[in-house]
């Protein structure tokens, strides 16, 4: 495979410790002309599925990549490490589902092996840090032309953990929606795709009534935060193409009691 | 007009999130040479005075290069994008005033153009999302060499949106003034400039009362924070020069309830 | 000395403010080609001892670098500035402490100078901030290829400030350790070396009793987290391969009231 020259960096590790600096300095010790972006590192400890859908935010914005991400509470047990290839990019960490949603948003997986190259990892190799003694090195290799299957071995695709697909339906009046993640902002995406949004009567102008654990509230759907007055809340489709919920100048996700994993139902009046 | 090798980029996006690293993704695919630097992307949500002196406080420090600010609480909304140049940089964003004071600090605008060609934006554009759709796309075009005028229409520059300028009085004994902005560490930075301190009285070794709403209290003027003792309130020319609030090892603006916008006396004793 | 290509940059200076970019800049009109790594800016401030044990964890991993540290309560005062050559790196920053912890884990300080050549400073140099006027531009040159003599007058190496060490002492059935530092997980590292953990009956499958001010609780020695339940507390080596105490899931600082300096007892059964 041919070399990439951009290497994105998404974990839970915080901003706080050395752990993000060093990783990238263990990468570019093996690929010196790499170009390190790092996506975010403040994915709340553990919690794979915020991560993985960002990744799968970030990931259609760069040109072909290797995409390292390692959010990982099962750092050190059997758990397998992994590099899949998929809509011509690789993406390089933990086997938890945590790849799997980007990896579905570009395709599919189209190859993948388990990291049992132990030559390609660092010398010593702590149980706790996978991040920099294990993935990171081997995608840095991999960034750097070095051919997929020499990672380790090939691993069915069909046998990757993957997350469960948010779901939602088209109603005779609006939809049923699952809250997909909330942004630092506390505005909530839904599980609802912008292009499925007229279908529902989601379209500008609309009033649309949310319903669910202890939401109960009609909003107005529009284009921009700016067409509601500040402490509002807003249905719009987000710059994600998503349906999704906020509150202009505020955080729905507080204000609203939405959580990741809620359902909800639209309904257009 | 040249390239530029340098883009800097100041928002209040968060890092919790993909949308820093969307934007860089996306300048770069348009210019892979570029060198961006982030100032900050922890402006509090919409606070324009807040970015726009920070933004001021950075840009002397760089070499000619573009400078892409978005803290843009209408964005989607009438409000123009725009490009300025100044003193041989280029300013970048949303026209609600957050580039006008590192832009009048620069020297005042030379020229600018409203963000109207829409052949330079991302093919869809979110209402939502104009830092990766509008101007970090139009951004990286003109550091890679584009003529400013190739960017939109020319506008008038007595026509761009500009923040009030922060008053000063040198009286008799001291100074009237306005704190301007409180950085990460709450110290209180005034409108008075350093070069204006003697003139006020305001050298090593003075002591200064400040009164205004709220707050009563006489500190030392001094050249260095370890000139008092911990907990100690303060008052010198911080480090880019402007009279300045601080606690030595403590946060001024929440001990001593300064907020931007505030007027405080400050007199000589 | 040979030229360096890698700078890192560590120090209390928060990420709201624009004070890291503008290090950045500085450094970079002075070696346009340097690549600039962030180890962390979020230091509590003025605190010495983290910075210095979070710098000196970093810089293992990285090639023949210049390390730039600032975590300096007394800037402005008399604490002298330095640059240390140890184990073929250099390190920059306040005579106070900081980089001793990695210079003494580089192999200790081979040569130092006093930053005394103002020549190589920038031209205004404010009280309050000697990264950007006097540590940065002096290190981007020394990475450039100035020779570390032309930076000021020698010092003494045994005249440098060193922190005091964290002791530890293996007993019949433990070891009696310190807290050396808590990271942001809240995970307390030991002054205990792995590879003396065995000595210390240390080992996979044990129990490990803690006893210190106000704490007093049994944990099992364990090679990963997933080994216990959420929740539960552990004791094990970590990824710098120190013994440490962490909370699965958790903050086991917070939870079991561990602070830097405090003296555990660790009795095996």
Same mark, same amino acid.
């Given at each position: 495979?041919?070399?990439?020259?951009?290497?994105?960096?998404?974990?839970?590790?915080?901003?706080?410790? @050395?752990?993000?600096?060093?990783?990238?300095?263990? *990468?570019?010790?093996?690929?010196?002309?790499?170009?390190?972006?790092?996506?975010? =590192?403040?994915?709340?400890?553990?919690?794979?599925?915020?991560?993985a859908v960002v990744l799968a935010q970030a990931v259609?914005?760069?040109?072909?990549?290797?995409?390292? /991400?390692?959010?990982?509470?099962?750092?050190?047990?059997?758990? %397998?490490?992994?590099?899949?290839?998929?809509?011509? @990019? !690789?993406?390089?960490?933990? +086997?938890?589902?945590?790849? $799997?949603v980007a990896? *579905?948003a570009?395709?599919?997986?189209?190859? *993948?092996?388990?990291?049992?190259?132990?030559?390609?990892?660092? +010398?010593?190799?702590? @149980?706790?840090? =996978?991040? %920099? +003694?294990?993935?990171?090195?081997?995608?840095?290799?991999? *960034?750097?032309? #070095?051919?997929?299957?020499?990672?380790?071995?090939?691993?069915?695709?069909?046998? #990757?953990?993957?997350?469960?697909?948010?779901?939602?339906?088209?109603?005779?009046?609006? /939809?049923?929606?699952?809250?997909?993640?909330?942004?630092?902002?506390?505005?909530?995406? #839904?599980?609802?795709?912008?292009?499925?949004?007229? %279908?529902?009567? #989601?379209?500008?102008?609309?009033?649309?009534?949310?319903?669910?654990?202890?939401?109960?509230?009609?909003?107005?759907?529009?284009?921009?935060?700016?067409?509601?007055?500040?402490?509002? /809340?807003?249905?719009? %489709? +987000? $710059?994600?193409?998503?349906?999704?919920?906020?509150?202009?100048?505020?955080? /729905?996700?507080? !204000?609203? $009691?939405?959580?990741?994993?809620?359902?909800?139902? !639209?309904?257009?009046?």
């Amino acid at each position: 495979m041919a070399q990439f020259h951009c290497l994105t960096f998404l974990t839970d590790y915080g901003l706080e410790d @050395a752990f993000v600096a060093v990783c990238h300095a263990v *990468a570019r010790q093996i690929a010196p002309e790499l170009h390190i972006t790092d996506i975010t =590192h403040l994915v709340p400890l553990g919690d794979i599925r915020r991560g993985a859908v960002v990744l799968a935010q970030a990931v259609p914005y760069f040109p072909p990549a290797v995409h390292v /991400a390692v959010v990982d509470p099962g750092v050190g047990t059997a758990r %397998r490490g992994v590099a899949v290839e998929a809509g011509g @990019a !690789l993406f390089v960490g933990p +086997d938890n589902g945590l790849l $799997s949603v980007a990896v *579905a948003a570009a395709g599919g997986a189209a190859r *993948a092996v388990s990291l049992t190259n132990r030559a390609l990892w660092r +010398d010593t190799t702590a @149980a706790t840090f =996978h991040g %920099r +003694d294990i993935f990171m090195p081997v995608a840095a290799r991999l *960034a750097a032309g #070095l051919p997929l299957d020499e990672a380790g071995d090939p691993v069915e695709v069909a046998s #990757l953990v993957t997350l469960p697909r948010p779901e939602y339906r088209v109603t005779g009046d609006g /939809a049923d929606v699952e809250v997909v993640t909330v942004d630092g902002f506390g505005n909530a995406q #839904l599980s609802l795709p912008g292009a499925e949004a007229p %279908r529902a009567g #989601l379209i500008p102008g609309a009033s649309v009534t949310l319903a669910g654990d202890g939401v109960a509230i009609t909003v107005p759907f529009v284009t921009t935060f700016g067409e509601v007055a500040a402490g509002e /809340a807003l249905c719009y %489709r +987000d $710059s994600g193409d998503w349906v999704a919920i906020a509150v202009a100048g505020g955080d /729905a996700a507080r !204000l609203l $009691s939405l959580r990741p994993g809620m359902r909800i139902s !639209l309904t257009v009046t």
